[in-house]
């Protein structure tokens, strides 16, 4: 059985790492045990690539043999972005579960919205739980960038 709160509250304590504007924190689990684990920190490395997921991914990929992470769960307190979408997809991990949505940290519509959900219709990808423990996401990012 799947702690999805347990995993989804370490991604919560991960984010708090991040001194980005964006403190997004993000957990790989397979098996019920914690493969990778990550935050932002494109300031702090200066790479536009170092987003919590992107690395969390690298990480993963360094401690299992097989690539193409199927059996895998992604926890990430933010709505992945276009570009951190896009990898998880091709990592083909087994789930994705998010908190934030990108429209609770950008209501205006001021950055690049495309929702993880429109890159996967018609194709067959990962089942993706939206919102889950949404207000403590919300919470944990807006401790960060009000």
Same mark, same amino acid.
Do not use: F
């Given at each position: 059985?799947?702690?999805?709160?347990?995993?989804?509250?370490?991604?919560?304590?991960?984010?708090?790492?991040?001194?980005?504007?964006?403190?997004?924190?993000?957990?790989?689990?397979?098996?019920?045990?914690?493969?990778?684990?990550?935050?932002?920190?494109?300031?702090?490395?200066?790479?536009?690539?170092?987003?919590?997921?992107?690395?969390?991914?690298?990480?993963?990929?360094?401690?299992?043999?097989?690539?193409?992470?199927?059996?895998?769960?992604?926890?990430?307190?933010?709505?992945?972005?276009?570009?951190?979408?896009?990898?998880?997809?091709?990592? *083909?991990?087994?789930?994705?579960?998010?908190?934030?949505?990108?429209?609770?940290?950008?209501?205006?519509?001021?950055?690049?919205?495309?929702?993880?959900?429109?890159?996967?219709?018609?194709?067959?990808?990962?089942?993706?739980?939206?919102?889950?423990?949404?207000?403590?996401?919300?919470?944990?990012?807006? *401790?960060?960038?009000?």
């Amino acid at each position: 059985m799947i702690n999805d709160e347990k995993y989804m509250l370490r991604a919560i304590d991960i984010a708090k790492k991040s001194s980005e504007e964006i403190p997004v924190g993000v957990v790989i689990v397979k098996d019920n045990q914690i493969i990778s684990e990550s935050y932002n920190s494109q300031h702090q490395d200066k790479k536009i690539t170092s987003h919590a997921e992107i690395k969390a991914l690298l990480l993963a990929e360094q401690k299992m043999d097989d690539k193409n992470i199927y059996s895998c769960t992604v926890y990430t307190t933010c709505e992945p972005c276009t570009m951190c979408a896009g990898a998880l997809i091709y990592a *083909k991990v087994g789930r994705i579960v998010y908190g934030a949505t990108m429209g609770d940290i950008d209501p205006e519509n001021k950055r690049i919205r495309v929702t993880i959900e429109s890159l996967v219709e018609n194709k067959i990808n990962p089942p993706i739980i939206n919102q889950y423990m949404h207000q403590e996401c919300i919470d944990s990012l807006y *401790k960060r960038i009000s």
